[in-house]
């Protein structure tokens, strides 16, 4: 009777082994989960940052060329300005 005892704690024993090697292999395995899981998410966090940069500097650039349309336009004016003035003095000399 000792024996069987023994056997069946020995088997018990060898149950618990396979069970904690088991539960032992699944942490592993989230554990390797949520460090994937933290890395994707840092280079998410990253190409989100550059995104923004990017953003930002085709902000800047857009604003930079709206400035310089406007400078180009008062320039036209300018020109345009010049252009009559030019005839209106041509016309004195013609007549």
């Known amino acids: 009777?000792?024996?069987f005892f023994f056997r069946d704690g020995v088997g018990q024993a060898k149950r618990?082994?396979?069970?904690?090697t088991?539960?032992?292999v699944s942490?592993?395995?989230i554990s390797d989960m949520n460090?994937?899981?933290?890395?994707?998410?840092?280079?998410?966090?990253a190409?989100?940052?550059?995104?923004?940069?990017?953003?930002v500097e085709i902000t800047r650039s857009a604003?930079?060329?709206q400035q310089e349309a406007s400078k180009i336009t008062?320039?036209?004016?300018?020109?345009?300005?010049l252009a009559q003035t030019l005839e209106l003095n041509v016309k004195q000399f013609k007549t």
């Open 35 to 45: 460090t994937q899981i933290a890395t994707a998410a840092e280079q998410q966090s």
């Open 1 to 3: 009777m000792a024996s």
């Open 47 to 55: 190409v989100a940052a550059e995104i923004n940069q990017n953003f």
């Open 63 to 65: 604003l930079l060329a």
């Open 16 to 20: 618990a082994e396979e069970s904690l």
């Open 22 to 24: 088991a539960i032992n």
């Open 27 to 29: 942490v592993i395995k």
């Open 74 to 81: 008062a320039a036209s004016h300018q020109l345009e300005d």
